[in-house]
């Protein structure tokens, strides 16, 4: 199975709610990334954590990593409308330069 | 300053036909990269350029597919000839350095619908 799958698949929230989406990994990372893609648009980088680090915050974002469990989270709070998009996880071994993606999760916002 | 441009955004080709996709990388960036999402399915690598070289080629499905990138700046993705299972966005990216933690900046994406 790939590395990098996001739960859930497709998530619907009213604006201002908290949205919360996982990712599970298989090998040991380097680093993992969220990136966002609004339909019809590129990737947009979200957040980056080592894998040194538990925990990171931007803005309304908030990620975790437990490399003991292989599993990130990314919580988005106070949701907006504009936060409808879809949400992908990706992860990078040491030794290699590309990324690995998940699936991604599909998150609707509600107004 | 501009990002990672894609061309064209969509294209639509028949089966067995040939299809160039196009990458311009943010200036001065050495390292360019292309993914393809298909059917739905998890964005996949496909290979990684320093500048004019192919560092990693592993993710190329097979040898239809043709990625140059002559005098290290713009990068070309052919497909010849296209398959039905060709068809999802293809993504470029570009990265300045490699450090053990850098960020990779995506283009738009060309959506290839085959039929």
């Known amino acids: 199975s790939q590395q990098g799958e996001e739960d859930p698949q497709a998530l619907s929230i009213q604006e201002g709610e908290n949205a919360t989406m996982n990712c599970s990994y298989k090998?040991?990372?380097?680093?993992l990334q969220w990136y966002r893609q609004n339909s019809g648009r590129g990737l947009v980088h979200l957040i980056l954590i080592r894998s040194n680090e538990r925990e990171k915050h931007s803005g309304r974002l908030r990620v975790t990593l437990d490399t003991s469990k292989k599993s990130s989270s990314l919580l988005i709070t106070a949701s907006r409308a504009a936060d409808t998009a879809s949400y992908f996880c990706?992860?990078?071994?040491?030794?290699?330069?590309?990324?690995?993606f998940g699936t991604g999760t599909r998150l609707k916002v509600l107004a | 300053e501009a990002g990672v441009t894609q061309f064209p955004s969509h294209s639509v080709i028949e089966k067995g036909q040939t299809v160039t996709l196009r990458c311009d990388p943010i200036s001065g960036h050495d390292n360019l990269y292309w993914y393809r999402r298909v059917m739905g399915k998890e964005i996949k690598f496909l290979l990684h350029?320093?500048?004019?070289?192919?560092?990693?080629e592993s993710g190329m499905p097979n040898n239809r597919f043709l990625a140059e990138r002559t005098g290290g700046t713009y990068s070309t993705l052919k497909v010849q000839p296209a398959e039905l299972e060709d068809s999802g966005v293809y993504f470029c990216a570009s990265s300045q350095v490699e450090t053990s933690a850098y960020e990779q900046y995506f283009g738009p994406g060309t959506r290839l619908t085959v039929t």
């Open positions: 990706a992860t990078r071994t040491s030794g290699t330069y590309k990324y690995i």
């Open positions: 090998t040991s990372i380097n680093n």
């Open positions: 350029f320093v500048k004019e070289s192919k560092q990693d």
